[in-house]
């Protein structure tokens, strides 16, 4: 899967935008940017006076609730609703007989699917669904509706999924596609190397669950449809929903202001978002459909779980000569990415002449994967982290010196091998370890004689991620006002990131203009601009230079005005805060809101464009993590003691939410290393087991250390675009987990090669290690 | 659990015997009932009249300072009757099972999880939420706090934090890390913000004293 077919919509086209008329460099100086400015949402977001598409109330709104399959695989026979139609306050049952609701959806390219498809083939595929007055009505009535069943045959582990007379999900074999890729002679490679290692890992399945659950609004006037849906992209909805239900887009209008957390599984809209239109219209009021916390667990998407083999060879001197990766995983039942970009830290973060990988991509019965937050990086670096580490230990250098020997200027994996428009993977490396003073912890933890049953361990690990340059399309319009105050309108979601915040102040960099005075309009596909969803570490590099290049196109227009007041030519004035002057004379200034013109136009509108990114440049995100846990060797507990993130990211746009996104991420790894997995019912049922919160455990103020030190690389990358950013978002959750793996072996001599790094697994390790003696 | 109020105050109590929930509602709800007040009054449900579920029933609820007369279904939770039906929809929903604390309101200033708790069960407190925290327009102190330590990202778990972050002050003015913590744990953050909302809440408490 490409980058652009996971943030972009797949399958849709994207409209171009036609190229920047200015591609300024990077600013020298900055009076806004890269301040700690609180968020300029912030009052909204913490009064409650911002409306997230779940608390939109309209007049006479009514709930949508869902009907589900309860199996991982069987064929639906017959669904009677007789009864539940009948119950109080039920205005609208849609099923797969309602003819408006025989509508098409795709969940890929590959294997096509309808709304409510008969033959299920994961539990939770929607059956029926109801709107009723309230939500227990709903819910009453959903317990009222009567589904006959063919129970089938199903396989919901990967494992399972390639044995002989393993059931079969799309009724042929399981694998739905090999990838390979080779470059150099590996096994020449291998011939050379002093150390060779070999090892298999395991990533379990984790689930996005965003605190905001899956879910809209939707209205009908007539023919023009709206909703308001907790999204990371409104004009992808926009696009999805206008071609299931065969719309003009003009008459979809997709409202996202606020939402709560998507971390890749809200990137497009789901079955929720059409079955929601069909109850409104079938009931003629506005619906609100909202899922259950369950529901997001079965029908929403996953990180898939991923198996994987590594052998890799390193001569003494920290030379990499060969990386031999395989791996399978699963995208669930309907092709969606299994092991998507899986092998990538492999191919492309260390220097290595001779590199081959192999990923097989298997169907099983559940829900379909979505990308969660950096899709296969965390897995790979689990693996490839690890495996430098013991790399390391087996030549006696250490770990952060053998990273440092393997450091490429250029791009090995990508096609034409593009060099990188900036790497700052050494600062990451070194100003880490000088911030956590890693040697000095190293040497503690490594010191003989400490008998006691707690054990202190450090670790680390680095990471790139495949893309953070941000790409076209992206048009944003800025509107000045007379009395100097700018309205900035855009088609992105603000995710939590920040988003808003750092496109104001561009705004505010550029024209001078106090952030009291900046008002943003955003995510409406009614009245903002085209825009990707926001994700995959791409919106700051992509809008921030839009945004930009809008301000200097009002500029522009500001000094043709001036230039008539002040008789003089357009190229002799220079632009200050707030007024325009002579650049030979700036006490003949003129300010900006006594321009005669702007007050007869009443608004100068200034229109930005994403310019492409510059050929033949790879622009890449890096960082490098550093951690100390304390393990308990009795109970196999383990305790995160201390953190530090550096992170080159290009410039810092706003520290305040750059520093909330990187204890975020960690936090968010660390969950993927201790505690977060899917438990399925493999043999009995094929159901999942740990559905809600209280089963599958997220980080909670418990499980955090307190110590979590982001110490960004500030430099802008002055190749990459016009604001000198580059993405952030992916690249601070993906070296988490092998960083506390390496820390626990530092700490034990236990390799955990498989998540989560629960006090079971590592209780039978030390158990299984003391017989060994 | 400590209640202010007098049993008799109690409204649910005429309106309907305990058995009477427990034949309406779901297991979850009568096991989270069974350690509030309903269980300590069972002398009071005597010889009361069973409503069906979907009978309307009148009670008064004091929020913010305010006091609401509504009609309810005995089954409808606090947390959909302040969004769904008053449009406070400064308490969030995240799970409606006890899970994650979106939805932590104070009642008598203690955190309690409205989806845990019945819109009947609610009369005779004192419930603050989210919007009860501002002073007019302008954000109180805990409030002031998240935004300065940016204590959250999407803000959608950032109600029921700032909710628990209060009730804790009320509780414990300068309260030590620990018992921050402590106070947080009821409360998900899926961003992953609670190294910044602990420093919040230390500086809410700062605010609070008027530093
Ligand atoms: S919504 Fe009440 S605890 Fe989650
Ligand atoms: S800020 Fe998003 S869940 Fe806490």
């Known amino acids: 899967m490409s980058k652009k077919e996971i943030y972009a919509v797949k399958g849709l086209s994207v409209p171009e935008t036609p190229a920047s008329a200015q591609e300024p460099k990077p600013w020298k100086q900055t009076q806004m940017v890269g301040k700690g400015i609180p968020r300029v949402d912030a009052y909204e977001r913490v009064s409650g006076t911002a409306v997230y598409p779940s608390d939109v109330l309209l007049p006479d709104m009514i709930y949508g609730a869902v009907l589900r399959c309860p199996h991982p695989h069987a064929q639906v026979k017959k669904v009677d609703v007789e009864a539940a139609s009948k119950m109080p306050g039920v205005r609208a049952v849609i099923t797969g007989d309602t003819p408006e609701a025989r509508v098409e959806w795709t969940y890929s390219k590959e294997a096509r699917s309808s709304l409510f498809d008969p033959h299920c083939r994961f539990e939770g595929e929607p059956v029926a669904a109801v709107a009723a007055e309230t939500p227990y009505q709903a819910e009453d009535a959903l317990r009222a509706i009567r589904v006959e069943y063919d129970v089938l045959p199903f396989v919901v582990d990967e494992r399972d999924a390639l044995k002989e007379n393993a059931p079969s999900v799309h009724g042929a074999g399981n694998v739905l596609k090999t990838e390979k890729y080779e470059r150099g002679q590996v096994d020449r490679g291998f011939r050379e190397a002093d150390v060779v290692l070999e090892e298999n890992y395991r990533t379990e399945c984790q689930l996005h669950t965003p605190m905001e659950l899956h879910g809209c609004v939707a209205k009908w006037d007539g023919d023009r449809l709206t909703l308001w849906e907790s999204t990371q992209g409104v004009y992808a909805v926009q696009a999805e929903v206008a071609e299931v239900l065969k719309l003009p887009l003009s008459k979809v209008r997709v409202v996202g202001h606020y939402m709560g957390g998507g971390f890749g599984s809200k990137l497009k809209a789901g079955k929720y978002t059409v079955i929601a239109a069909l109850l409104a219209k079938k009931s003629a009021r506005p619906v609100k459909l909202f899922l259950t916390r369950e529901e997001t667990y079965l029908a929403v998407g996953n990180r898939p779980p991923n198996n994987m083999r590594l052998k890799a060879g390193v001569k003494k001197d920290g030379t990499l000569t060969a990386l031999d990766f395989s791996c399978t995983g699963t995208g669930g039942a309907y092709p969606s990415g299994g092991t998507s970009l899986v092998d990538w830290l492999v191919r492309d973060l260390y220097k290595c002449p001779n590199v081959r990988t192999e990923c097989t991509d298997i169907a099983i019965h559940t829900g379909p994967a979505r990308p969660f937050r950096a899709p296969g990086h965390p897995q790979g670096a689990w693996v490839l982290e690890q495996m430098m580490d013991a790399l390391a230990e087996a030549i006696k250098m250490d770990p952060v010196e053998l990273r440092l020997k393997n450091i490429p200027n250029f791009s090995q994996g990508k096609e034409g091998n593009p060099p990188y428009s900036s790497t700052g993977l050494k600062q990451c490396l070194e100003e880490g370890a000088k911030a956590f003073q890693w040697k000095v912890a190293r040497s503690k933890a490594l010191a003989p004689g400490e008998t006691g049953r707690i054990k202190r361990g450090v670790g680390m690990a680095s990471c790139l991620w495949v893309v953070g340059g941000g790409w076209p399309p992206s048009t944003v319009i800025l509107k000045l006002f007379p009395d100097g105050s700018l309205n900035l309108n855009m088609g992105a979601s603000d995710i939590g990131t920040g988003t808003k915040t750092v496109m104001a102040l561009v705004a505010a960099e550029e024209l001078g203009i106090p952030l009291g005075k900046i008002e943003i309009e955003h995510a409406d596909t009614g009245t903002t601009q085209y825009a990707t969803p926001s994700g995959g570490s791409k919106t700051v590099p992509t809008e921030a230079p839009t945004v930009r290049a809008a301000a200097i196109s009002v500029k522009q227009q500001l000094l043709e005005m001036a230039s008539k007041e002040l008789k003089l030519d357009a190229a002799s004035l220079v632009f200050q805060e707030g007024s325009i002057a002579p650049a030979k004379d700036p006490s003949k200034s003129v300010k900006i809101t006594d321009l005669s013109e702007l007050k007869k136009r009443g608004v100068v509108v200034g229109i930005g464009y994403r310019g492409p990114n510059p050929e033949n440049k790879a622009i890449i995100p890096f960082a490098a993590q550093f951690c100390e846990v304390e393990v308990n060797t009795k109970t196999g507990e383990v305790k995160i003691l201390r953190f530090v993130s550096t992170n080159d990211s290009g410039r810092v746009m706003d520290r305040l939410t750059y520093d909330s996104q990187v204890i975020g991420g960690i936090t968010m790894g660390i969950g993927l290393a201790m505690t977060e997995y899917r438990v399925l019912d493999r043999d009995q049922t094929g159901r999942m087991l740990n559905r809600n919160w209280h089963d599958y455990k997220l980080p909670t103020a418990l499980d955090v250390p307190l110590e979590m030190t982001s110490l960004p690389v500030d430099r802008e990358d002055s190749q990459a675009n016009s604001v000198g950013a580059k993405g952030l978002g992916e690249p601070v959750t993906i070296p988490t987990a092998p960083a506390i793996a390496n820390a626990v072996y530092n700490a034990t001599g236990i390799r955990i090669t498989e998540t989560p790094i629960s006090p079971e697994r590592l209780c039978r390790l030390l158990a299984e290690k003391r017989k060994e003696g | ?211």
């Open chain 2, 1 to 211: 659990m400590t209640q202010k109020h007098e049993p008799g105050e109690c409204r649910c109590s005429r309106g309907l015997t305990r058995r009477g929930f427990l034949s309406t509602v779901g297991a979850g709800v009568a096991v989270a009932s069974a350690a509030g007040k309903l269980a300590a009054q069972p002398a009071a449900s005597q010889g009361a009249d069973v409503l069906p579920s979907a009978e309307m029933t009148p009670i008064t609820l004091n929020i913010n300072g305010r006091t609401h007369r509504l009609l309810v279904e005995p089954r409808w939770s606090l947390l959909f009757v302040l969004r769904e039906r008053l449009g406070l929809t400064g308490t969030k929903v995240g799970c409606e099972r006890g899970e994650c604390g979106a939805c932590t309101v104070l009642m008598d200033d203690l955190p309690r999880y409205a989806c845990m708790t019945l819109a009947v069960e609610a009369q005779g407190s004192e419930i603050t939420t989210l919007e009860g925290l501002m002073r007019g327009e302008e954000l109180g102190g805990v409030q002031q706090a998240f935004v300065e330590e940016d204590a959250f990202q999407c803000g959608y778990c950032t109600p029921g934090q700032i909710m628990a972050v209060e009730g804790l002050l009320r509780a414990h003015p300068e309260p030590s890390q620990e018992e921050i913590q402590m106070g947080l744990s009821g409360n998900l953050c899926r961003c992953g913000a609670y190294v910044h909302i602990f420093k919040a809440a230390g500086r809410a408490a700062q605010l609070k004293r008027g530093q």
